[in-house]
């Protein structure tokens, strides 16, 4: 079992930007792959980006594609979200998550096909 716990959420005007992070424990982090997803207040928690293993595949919304970056270090455990350009529309609360690495013909945009998350962190921003 792997555990994730998120840290970077806050508060930032529009344009601005922040940075998420997420530290895993537990099972070998190179065994997983790792997304992020957002959920807004009344919405369905919404894919965001995803990495591979090694983070050689990464796929991003189109939603984000531009703006933020994901990246890992599989050697410390822990996978960022840099978030620049932030609009509005961003406000959500960002969820780290971990799917373990398996065949799979697809990128992985569903909230379903991953096994872990974490408690989420709120992203707020102002116009």
């Known amino acids: 079992q792997v555990q994730l716990v998120e840290s970077g959420g806050g508060l930032v005007q529009a344009g601005g930007s922040l940075r998420l992070s997420c530290v895993a424990s537990?099972?070998?982090?190179?065994?997983?792959?790792m997304a992020w997803f957002r959920q807004a207040p009344g919405k369905e928690r919404e894919f965001v980006v995803t990495?591979?293993?090694?983070?050689?595949?990464?796929y991003y919304a189109d939603s984000v594609k531009g703006r933020f970056t994901i990246s890992r270090d599989n050697a410390k455990n822990t996978v960022t979200l840099q978030m620049n350009s932030l609009k509005p529309e961003d406000t959500a609360v960002y969820y780290c998550?971990?799917?373990?690495?398996?065949?799979?013909?697809?990128?992985?945009?569903?909230?379903?096909?991953?096994?872990?998350w974490g408690q989420g962190t709120q992203v707020t921003v102002s116009s």
């Open positions: 998550a971990a799917r373990t690495v398996r065949y799979s013909s697809r990128i992985l945009t569903k909230r379903a096909e991953y096994d872990y």
């Open positions: 537990g099972r070998t982090f190179s065994d997983y792959t």
């Open positions: 990495s591979s293993w090694n983070g050689g595949h990464t």
